[in-house]
Nanobody, 124 residues
Framework: QVQVVESGGGLVQAGGSLRLSCISS????????MGWFRQAPGKEREFVAA????????YYQDSVKGRFTISKDNAKNTVYLQMNSLKPEDTAVYYC?????????????????WGQGTQVTVSS
């Protein structure tokens, strides 16, 4: 059973930074990409960012471009999400997920394994 575990959430003031980490129990070449999604109270889960394991191609939601950076460490089977200039509207539970199929990385239902989520709260 593949396990995906997130860490690094917390409470931060607006304008601050956090770095989320996500480790997968599988070897990197067994998957296509890792993605970050988030879900705020009363809202649907939305795509935040993704990175492909082999090519390192990155993808972002428009609202986080220029503020968030996704990166990977293949040797550690770990993906990071560096979040800078955080805003109150970034408050959500952030989920990491592993995708095996190639193709668009924006859709949650194309990801096979999910972590439990980590809470990010940005105070104004």
């Amino acid at each position: 059973q593949v396990q995906v575990v997130e860490s690094g959430g917390g409470l931060v003031q607006a304008g601050g930074s956090l770095r989320l980490s996500c480790i997968s129990s599988t070897r990197t070449f067994s998957g296509y990409a890792m993605g970050w999604f988030r879900q705020a109270p009363g809202k649907e889960r939305e795509f935040v960012a993704a990175i492909t394991w082999t090519a390192g191609s990155t993808y972002y939601q428009d609202s986080v471009k220029g503020r968030f950076t996704i990166s990977k460490d293949n040797a550690k089977n770990t993906v990071y999400l560096q979040m800078n200039s955080l805003k109150p509207e970034d408050t959500a539970v952030y989920y990491c997920a592993q995708k095996y199929s190639s193709g668009p990385v924006y859709y949650a239902d194309t990801y096979a394994f999910w972590g439990q989520g980590t809470q990010v709260t940005v105070s104004s």
